[in-house]
T-cell receptor
Framework: DAGVIQSPRHEVTEMGQEVTLRCKPISGHDYLFWYRQTMMRGLELLIYFNNNVPIDDSGMPEDRFSAKMPNASFSTLKIQPSEPRDSAVYFC????????????FGSGTQLSVL | DQQVKQNSPSLSVQEGRISILNCDYTNSMFDYFLWYKKYPAEGPTFLISISSIKDKNEDGRFTVFLNKSAKHLSLHIVPSQPGDSAVYFCAASAYGNQFYFGTGTSLTVIP
């Protein structure tokens, strides 16, 4: 099992630019989560999907953030336009209830908005 | 508002001694709790979990204790090893849906 795969590992962009983060969950997992790690709030849940359907996006900071899951093996988190305060590490995680409700995380995307 | 709180940002322990990491939660509906370990430049990895029907779960050197009345859980590592140096996140879930994480505690085990 390849695990959760995120790309890119690092992203440096300028304020106002569009940023797209990508995630491939573990095959067979039916839940996908996007988290953001900051010093102040720790791992903050942004949105999660079940069977490709967004279930709760109340953690998405504002309309500049959007997430999609067009199929069971791919999800994107887009920020448009990006701002310096969006700089953080973004993690994707997947899970399946059959696996004891434990999240499996990707290695994260370190985003820096200048 | 943080539903899961880890009030100690950092902890230093001598090798061989016990490490105790604490976590508090506010939502009485949480019924499943997990600890994750995170090394720099890596994603968090699962360490140990506990269901609300138990008050203790043990896995090798790691033991998690749950006090439901106090809405408090703790992770004990005995004996602590230098390789345990990492950031530890506490997480909680209600009915296996959303997982809420704390802000993490950075553990340093001194050789």
């Amino acid at each position: 099992d390849a695990g959760v795969i995120q790309s890119p590992r690092h992203e440096v962009t300028e304020m106002g630019q569009e940023v797209t983060l990508r995630c491939k969950p573990i095959s067979g997992h039916d839940y996908l989560f996007w988290y953001r790690q900051t010093m102040m709030r720790g791992l903050e849940l942004l949105i999660y999907f079940n069977n490709n359907v967004p279930i709760d996006d109340s953690g998405m900071p504002e309309d500049r953030f959007s997430a999609k899951m067009p199929n069971a093996s791919f999800s994107t988190l887009k920020i448009q336009p990006s701002e310096p305060r969006d700089s953080a590490v973004y993690f994707c995680a997947s899970s399946s209830r059959g696996r004891g409700m434990r999240l499996f995380f990707g290695s994260g995307t370190q985003l820096s908005v200048l | 508002d943080q539903q899961v709180k880890q009030n100690s940002p950092s902890l230093s322990v001598q090798e061989g001694r016990i490490s105790i990491l604490n976590c508090d939660y506010t939502n009485s509906m949480f019924d499943y709790f997990l600890w994750y370990k995170k090394y720099p430049a890596e994603g968090p990895t699962f360490l140990i979990s506990i269901s609300s029907i138990k008050d203790k779960n043990e896995d090798g050197r790691f033991t998690v204790f749950l006090n439901k009345s106090a809405k408090h859980l703790s992770l004990h590592i005995v004996p602590s090893q230098p390789g345990d140096s990492a950031v530890y996140f506490c997480a909680a879930s209600a009915y296996g849906n959303q997982f809420y994480f704390g802000t993490g505690t950075s553990l340093t085990v001194i050789p």
